[in-house]
């Protein structure tokens, strides 16, 4: 198995069992050794008080993305620190597209950053997490 198809493998078995990321309405659109890329429309059920999407809906599209890349290089791995910057206002219907790429891979922690944008190629948002990667393996 080529470990582009050992990182696939393993982001379909965790995304199978994360019913909150199916919930939010994800979809997996590519997975490399250490990146992703997903994507996901906004609803009406997503919003705040006014009128725009709550920022925990744009948070949780990256780090479900976050979580998918530094999993993806077939070590068991946990966030142990996130932040997001929101820098444009997301709506309803927005479709959002978040890109996650790995900035350092070490034996036991890895960095990670997600650039969110909506359908017109604007960022809306900027995550950065950190994750523990445990000695347990993948068993895919």
């Excluded at 959002?96 to 909506?118: F, Q």
């Amino acid at each position: 198995m080529t470990t582009k198809n050992k990182a696939q493998a393993i982001i379909e078995k965790m995304y199978n069992k994360d019913t909150f990321s199916q919930w939010l309405g994800i979809n997996i659109l590519e997975v490399t050794p250490g990146g992703c890329i997903i994507e996901m429309k906004i609803k009406a059920n997503m919003l705040n008080g006014l009128g725009m999407a709550h920022g925990g809906i744009t948070f949780s599209l990256s780090d479900s993305a976050f979580a998918f890349a530094s999993n993806s290089r077939g070590r068991k791995a946990v966030s142990i620190e996130t932040s997001i910057s929101h820098t444009k206002a997301v709506k309803e219907g927005d479709q959002l597209t978040a890109i996650a790429r790995e900035l350092n891979l070490g034996n036991r922690i890895a960095v990670y950053e997600v650039s969110v944008r909506n359908q017109h190629q604007e960022i809306v948002g900027l995550f950065k997490g950190t994750v523990f990667r445990t000695e347990t393996d993948w068993d895919v």
